[in-house]
């Protein structure tokens, strides 16, 4: 059930929600407004998704044009998934290219040609963001950083897995014609320990990518949506969507504050999708995965001149330099399965206003960086954890984003199950949904066969062992009478 539907305690608060809480924010934008009672394309979630949809929706030219464009935001802006991941812009490479050629439901089960061309994608949507970024001079106000990704191991079987990912991956570019764009390089032996600072490092690869602010950047992409000059366009928070009532012709959106009827609504609500639509598939279809993260100050071994020269992927956890404010780091839900955190903390829970149980989460977070980091040294008072906050991202069952014109549902659009993985996908998924609106077409940038919402997509459900068995890309010997991860049932 999402959050939105029944009262909670307040959601923890992230370090990216906590920094953009200024004058200029938005938050509370549009609350108290009177809500219109009719729009043209009405936009549900103000995220990274619904804030990239609703920029490309009002340019001139574009499907909201000289129409009246609604957005309406549950909470405050970017204060789900958005507000609370790790920053990164790390488009994905070898580590996701044997996973996507997985037959369903352990992957997508795309060829190798259509699996590069998602990577690729995934290149692109970097670089549109950088270029997005620059064409608005947003660079400063949004932290945006360009440099490289550093994947560490610390094993020589987990080192020689990823080197042998990274060979079929070469190989597989070159029999396409292509070769690495991201430019992976490589360091060994001895000097993979000082090359990373990482404690017992045997291997490092580093490729291009960045991080960025999610929060300040989502809000950014929102103001210049409310700025269009071809669009009628309204923000309002703190206005859940309760339900909708599609028919042929327009939608209701029902909201504790009065009803919205539009023409086309574009559903870009990732894990609070399920009560929307409770008798669609898309109900089934879209599964909530929760995770901890923190913000960690570092001590002046890790700052300044001495700051990491990298964002991390160190098995599990991962980490970026957070602007001026420290380290945000965080970890996948195997890993947190692995230090103890029961299934039914992570998935099927949209619990974002409690912290892992025991303080699982907190004491991890409190070791991790001293106990990874070479000379990372003594805290003092007011370094190391800092902060941290739950969040809950939508997955689905072959680990790709359901994106486009939502089957038996006319008039309504969606971009929602990113996986974890939105800030690498959402640009190009949300600039093609704008498109199809529009034009009634497929956006041929972004591949078809792997995005597409179709009835085959929306009917995959987890195999024995639930959601867990496709994270780990096997099915179990044993359920053990856990159904933890046997979700989808609404």
């Not at 291997?203 to 291009?208: A, Y």
């Not at 028919?247 to 609500?269: K, Q, S």
């Not at 034009?439 to 987890?462: I, S």
Request: cysteine-free; glycine content about 12%.
């Amino acid at each position: 059930m999402s959050g939105f539907l029944k009262p909670h305690p307040p959601s923890t608060v992230s370090h990216w929600i906590a920094s953009n809480r200024g004058r200029d924010s938005l938050d509370n934008h549009g609350a108290d407004d009177a809500l219109p009672e009719t729009a043209d394309i009405v936009v549900v979630g103000a995220g990274i998704a619904g804030a990239f949809a609703a920029y490309y929706l009002t340019r001139p030219g574009a499907a909201g044009d000289g129409k009246r464009v609604v957005i309406l935001e549950g909470g405050e802006v970017a204060s789900s998934a958005t507000g609370r991941n790790g920053g990164h812009l790390a488009p994905a490479t070898y580590g996701n290219y044997q996973m996507m050629l997985k037959p369903r439901p352990f992957g997508p089960g795309l060829s190798a040609a259509e699996s590069l061309a998602v990577l690729r994608m995934e290149w692109e949507n970097y670089q549109a963001n950088v270029a997005l970024v620059r064409e608005h001079a947003l660079a400063d106000a949004v932290d945006l950083w360009s440099g490289r990704i550093s994947t560490v191991f610390t094993g020589a079987d987990e080192l020689e897995q990823g080197r042998q990912l990274w060979q079929e991956w070469e190989a597989a570019l070159a029999e396409h014609g292509d070769k690495d764009w991201t430019e992976t390089q490589w360091t060994l032996g001895p000097d993979a320990e000082k090359e990373s600072r990482v404690k017992g490092a045997v291997g490092v690869s580093t490729r291009l990518g960045g991080s960025i602010h999610p929060h300040k950047f989502a809000a950014a992409l929102l103001k210049l949506a409310l700025a269009s000059t071809t669009s009628t366009v309204t923000l309002h928070t703190s206005t859940p969507v309760l339900s909708l009532s599609n028919g042929p012709n327009e939608t209701v959106l029902r909201t504790p504050r009065g009803e919205v009827r539009a023409t086309t609504v574009v559903l870009a609500t990732n894990a609070h999708t399920r009560h929307l639509l409770p008798e669609h598939a898309i109900a089934r279809a879209v599964y909530p995965v929760r995770a901890q993260m923190a913000l960690v100050t570092p001590p002046p071994s890790y700052a300044g001149s001495k700051a990491a020269k990298t964002s991390y992927g160190i098995g599990s956890p991962y980490a970026i330099v957070a602007g001026s404010a420290g380290m945000v780091f965080g970890q996948g839900a195997l890993g947190w399965t692995a230090v103890g955190v029961r299934e039914d903390e992570i998935v099927d829970n949209v619990e974002d206003w409690k912290l892992f149980d025991n303080n699982v989460g907190t004491n991890f977070y409190k070791q991790y960086a001293k106990d990874t980091f070479v000379g990372w040294g003594d805290e003092a008072h007011g370094e190391g954890l800092t902060r941290t906050w739950t969040g809950v991202m939508g997955y689905t069952v072959d680990r790709m984003p359901l994106v486009g014109a939502l089957p038996d549902a006319p008039g309504v659009f969606v971009a929602v199950g990113f996986n974890g993985h939105g800030m690498s996908t959402s640009h190009i998924a949300a600039r093609a949904l704008a498109h199809q609106i529009h034009t009634g077409e497929w956006d041929a940038r972004l591949p078809r066969r792997a995005f597409e919402v179709t009835p085959e997509r929306l009917a995959l459900r987890p195999p024995r062992g639930g959601l867990v068995s496709i994270l780990k890309g096997t099915e179990p010997e044993e359920t053990n009478g856990s159904q933890a991860f046997v979700t989808g049932t609404g």
